[in-house]
């Protein structure tokens, strides 16, 4: 049986600083098992590993040299320059390629050790000036808190911003990085300032259905050109965030301000 799945769910933003604002649109992202990939894309007729598909996933979207590395191998060298074993199992929690177009603020690669617990997790972030940065998150970033419930299988790690994302959100800050153990995808980010105090909460949760080709044209009857939709609500929510006069930083001064007292 398939490890494959697609989860139906949400995306929500909360700001909690001075400009605060809440948003949540409905989204639907693939959960694939990087050892299906050459099964699922023979098997199903509206997805294609490296091909055009109705939906698809390409190696050159994650990887650094334009598709020549696998999705495996891209993320198992992630690992190894960290000295990190590998995992028994990787899921990619990505967006699909949908009509040949996909934007992916993050994708996390989670891998899970033999008990199926969460081991590490690679998040590779993108921003809108076509920049990338991935980050890699073992023990050393584990929290050991009440966010990490080990008990579940959940995880939680922290790691400081390092790159440029929002010109709405910037200046230092650490990411707070919690992951679901169970089978619905639940995966928390908390944006704080170097004293603590939280900036942003952004949660991606949804419920698993099969990775199958009726899922996928469900989703896209209920959910037509979900990249497309994602980049537009982000370049939506920019303008909102423009015309409420929230400071607005270019790439290269994003650790030389900070925002404004409240």
Known sequence: MSRSVLYRGHV????????????????????????ELPV??????????N??????????????????TSLAGWHAAQLAAR???????????????????VFNPVSFFIGRDAAGAIASVVALVRNNYGGRHTYVLGPEERLD????????????????????VSPFLHGPATYD???????RLDVRMDVRRPDGT????????????????????AAAVRYPLMSLQVIALIYGEALLAHARG?????????????????
Not at 18 to 31: E, Q, S
Not at 198 to 217: C, M, N, S
């Open 246 to 262: 929230v400071p607005f930083r270019r790439p290269g001064t994003d650790h030389a301000v900070t925002e404004p007292p409240s």
């Open 12 to 35: 929500v933003h909360t700001r909690h600083d001075a400009h605060a604002r809440r948003f949540r649109y409905p989204a639907f992202v693939a959960g694939v098992d990087l050892d």
């Open 83 to 101: 000295g990190l074993p590998a995992p028994a199992q990787v899921e990619l929690v990505t967006w699909l390629r949908s009509a040949g177009y």
């Open 145 to 164: 808190d009440p966010l990490d419930d080990r008990r579940d299988g959940a995880a939680a790690f922290r790691v400081a911003k390092v790159f440029f």
């Open 198 to 217: 939280r900036v942003l909460v952004a949660h991606l949760g949804g419920d698993p259905r099969p990775l199958t080709d009726r899922a996928l044209a």
């Open 51 to 68: 091909r055009a598909r109705l939906f698809s996933l390409r190696d050159r979207d994650y990887d650094d040299d334009g598709g020549r």
């Open 40 to 49: 699922l894309d023979r098997s199903l007729g509206l997805f294609g590993y």
């Open 177 to 183: 990085f919690r992951f679901g153990g169970g089978a």
